[in-house]
């Protein structure tokens, strides 16, 4: 089983202007925030705006990323697709090229709403990879939760180790951590309540702009330094409460972009923000650079 405790940041796919994908900042980034520490990069993922990108770009991303990467932090590849047979190319592809996890989607979008569905869907998966597979639990986008006991199921799968947990809902968020699967936080505006209560690491969209702040938080918490973490926490939460209650992906990118880290730029059928909307997510950064 692999070792995804801490910060996985929950990276952004740089394009340019035209909505291509910008490879070389890209690998720029990687560096960057490998650099600030973090424990893992999640290739493809909804921050990175997966939706919207090919099979074929994406396992790009996760072949350059990988190779990027070298083995200095843990690589998740979101390989999450609608057609079950692309599900399972993506993971196999994802694996192949080195990959240390797989984030994979409940079947959203008109798939099986019940526990039996969910759980034949990821059993399927399971038995086509050799490597762990974190569910994602994130109703407001997928319409699917997956309760604790559907949980306690899907933990008896031999790859399916980890779940992260985006629902925001601090109360669902314990009782997965009476399970046997080890939970990552997907809920920004949650993140340290999480990591008190004892779950191992996030899956962080927020720790684009902010990733040696995130790093820093996760010491805190892990190393027992709780009024440190609450005071950083408090710099944190005026940006974290607005990516939360807005256009996520736009306003991730538009402070990640204030701060130096990737170009800003969305891909159709997304828009750009404009100067108006980024200023004012601008402005909820100014207690984290004070």
């Given at each position: 089983m692999a070792n995804l405790a801490g910060i996985n940041l929950a990276m952004q796919t740089p394009f340019r202007e035209d909505g291509s994908i910008d490879y070389s900042d890209w690998e720029r980034l990687i560096d960057v925030y490998i650099d600030a520490g973090v424990h893992g990069l999640v290739l493809g993922a909804?921050?990175?705006?997966?939706?919207?990108?090919?099979?074929?770009?994406?396992n790009k991303l996760y072949e350059v990323g990988i190779k990027r990467i070298n083995g200095r932090c843990n690589a998740i590849c979101q390989s999450s697709a609608l057609n079950m047979d692309e599900v399972v190319r993506r993971s196999r592809h994802a694996e192949k090229a080195g990959a240390n996890?797989?984030?994979?989607?409940?079947p959203y979008l008109e798939g099986p709403q019940d526990d039996d569905g969910?759980?034949?869907?990821?059993?399927?998966?399971?038995?086509?990879v050799g490597i762990d597979i974190v569910g994602y639990n994130i109703p407001q986008a997928t319409g699917l939760s997956v309760s604790p006991e559907l949980?306690?199921?899907?933990?008896?799968?031999?790859?399916?180790?980890?779940?992260?947990?985006?629902?925001?809902?601090?109360?669902t968020h314990q009782r997965y951590l009476q399970t046997d699967?080890?939970?990552?936080?997907?809920?920004?505006?949650t993140t340290v309540y999480a990591l008190m209560a004892g779950t191992v690491g996030v899956i962080w969209g927020g720790a684009n702009y902010m990733p040696h702040e995130a790093v820093a938080l996760y010491n805190h918490v892990n190393n027992g330094r709780y009024a440190e973490a609450l005071a950083l926490w408090k710099k944190m939460?005026?940006?974290?409460?607005?990516i939360w209650t807005t256009e996520y992906v736009q306003a991730v990118l538009a402070a990640a972009h204030h701060r130096g880290y990737g170009t800003g730029f969305v891909r159709k059928p997304l828009r750009n923000w404009d100067k108006t909307k980024r200023d004012v997510m601008i402005a909820t950064l100014k207690s984290l650079e004070a």
């Open positions: 909804g921050t990175g705006q997966h939706p919207y990108l090919t099979e074929a770009e994406a996890a797989l984030m994979i989607l409940p969910i759980l034949a869907f990821y059993r399927d998966i399971d038995a086509t949980l306690v199921r899907l933990s008896e799968l031999k790859n399916f180790n980890y779940i992260k947990d985006s629902g925001g809902d601090l109360c699967c080890k939970v990552l936080n997907g809920a920004d505006t939460l005026p940006s974290l409460l607005h």
